[in-house]
């Protein structure tokens, strides 16, 4: 099976999964460029970007401002209504859920090597979780 334009026939967890580690690589990535820390204040703001909280509240901001496509808006929900065996580590299941459909949507854009639009999600996760960082922090 080629992979480019199948990757909507994964299982949503699998591009969960998948995504869950471009998410990381990506913010890695992101903070090493452009926080110059010791290493254990690298791992804790990449937390801040990859805890399930963040991710559940970038997925209820972009359904809100309508940021998916219609195709991307079904692995979104699929994934987030996916039945998972894995128990959500310090969170409720809703936030989990969230979080699982938002990694779905970066796992289905990475296997269908669709760059530019997965940069314009990564950089707009990004530019979310910094505004919240702000606002947090006033």
Do not use: W
């Not at 991307?72 to 959500?88: C, P, Q, W, Y």
């Amino acid at each position: 099976m080629n992979v480019v334009n199948q990757a909507s026939l994964y299982n949503p967890l699998t591009l969960a999964y998948l995504g869950d580690a471009v998410l990381d690589l990506y913010i890695r990535n992101y903070i090493v460029r452009e926080k110059n820390r010791k290493p254990n204040e690298l791992h804790r703001y990449a937390t801040f970007f990859v805890s399930a909280k963040s991710q559940s509240q970038t997925f209820d901001t972009l359904v809100e401002d309508n940021f998916f496509t219609t195709e991307e808006m079904d692995i979104l929900m699929r994934g987030r209504n996916a039945k998972s065996h894995t128990k959500a580590k310090n969170t409720d299941v809703v936030t989990y859920k969230k979080s699982t459909g938002l990694e779905a949507v970066i796992g289905y854009l990475h296997l269908n090597e669709d760059k530019e639009r997965l940069d314009a999600l990564l950089n707009e996760i990004i530019s979310l979780c910094e505004k919240r960082g702000k606002d947090e922090n006033n």
